[in-house]
């Protein structure tokens, strides 16, 4: 069994002292890759160089809704000029996007804006935070007409929003929340979700699956959520496995792992 974290945010400090030691025991546990998000400018140079010390590793460039405060239209032109360059290991733009419940979404629109068209412009995926703006989401990516991958990570939300977002090519992140009995919402949607439009990460270190502290999520506990989602699916976790490696190199890029 192969299975990638398709977005787990490695570079952060929670990990400091412990990396090799969380991506061997992810590895014991069939996790051969991760990929990182972007989500400041000041990071950047920090997870480039996390993705690169490891083999299997990958990440992305971007500015999160939660940090566009902090930054100026220089810091899309460097974005640009960085994938532009195409540089090596850098798989996707984002994360980015809109939060209803962080900040004043106005101000969050035209950065998302500008980084769709950034991803659109070279080709290269996007990495989505949406809390509770799926429908302007969809929106915007109904502008592109399906002409880029989009994973909308970390999803929690209804089925018919799901589904307009697959509609529009969008992956679905599926992470620790269905490990939660109480997201009942969120679990019924992903058990009806088509499989070819799931993708699995952990979000770590946030987005603590049930039991696991916050803020102390790991890569390795996605086998719990392949395992989670198989129970709720009614599916064998091994044709689980296989069906969403693909759609993850659907998303990211064949023979990355
Ligand atoms: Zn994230």
């Given amino acids: 069994m192969k299975l990638v974290d398709a977005h787990c945010h490695f570079d952060f400090s929670r990990f400091d002292g412990c990396r090799a030691d969380e991506l061997q025991a992810a590895a014991s546990a069939g996790i051969v890759g991760l990929v990182i998000p972007g989500v400041r400018r000041r990071d950047w140079g920090r997870i480039r160089d996390t993705a690169k010390a490891y083999p299997g590793l990958f990440y992305c460039l971007g500015i999160h809704p939660w940090f566009v405060s902090e930054h100026t239209s220089d810091d899309l032109d460097a974005l640009e000029q960085l994938l532009s360059a195409r540089p090596e290991r850098?798989?996707?733009?984002?994360?980015?996007g809109?939060?209803?419940?962080?900040?004043?979404?106005?101000?969050?629109?035209?950065?998302?804006?500008?980084?769709?068209?950034?991803?659109?412009?070279?080709?290269?995926?996007?990495?989505?935070?949406?809390?509770?703006t799926h429908d302007e989401v969809c929106a915007i990516l109904r502008c592109c007409k399906g002409s880029i991958k989009a994973l909308l990570h970390g999803f929690s939300g209804s089925y018919q929003q799901a589904a307009?977002?697959?509609?529009?090519?969008?992956?679905?992140?599926?992470?620790?929340?269905?490990?939660?009995?109480?997201?009942?919402?969120?679990?019924?949607?992903?058990?009806?979700?088509?499989?070819?439009?799931l993708v699995l990460e952990t979000d770590a270190p946030d987005m603590a699956p049930e039991g696991v502290a916050a803020g102390q999520n790991s890569p390795v506990q996605l086998l719990r959520i392949l395992e989670c989602l198989a129970e709720i699916r009614g599916e064998r976790a091994e044709y689980l496995a296989s069906v969403l490696f693909a759609n993850t190199e659907a998303l990211y890029g064949r023979s990355l792992w």
């Fill in 90 to 96: 850098c798989v996707a733009v984002g994360e980015c």
């Fill in 98 to 132: 809109l939060d209803r419940l962080h900040g004043d979404l106005a101000v969050q629109y035209p950065w998302f804006e500008a980084q769709v068209g950034l991803a659109s412009k070279f080709g290269f995926p996007l990495i989505i935070h949406s809390v509770k």
């Fill in 164 to 197: 307009n977002l697959v509609d529009q090519g969008c992956f679905i992140g599926v992470g620790g929340v269905i490990t939660h009995p109480g997201a009942r919402k969120t679990r019924d949607t992903i058990a009806r979700l088509p499989v070819e439009a």
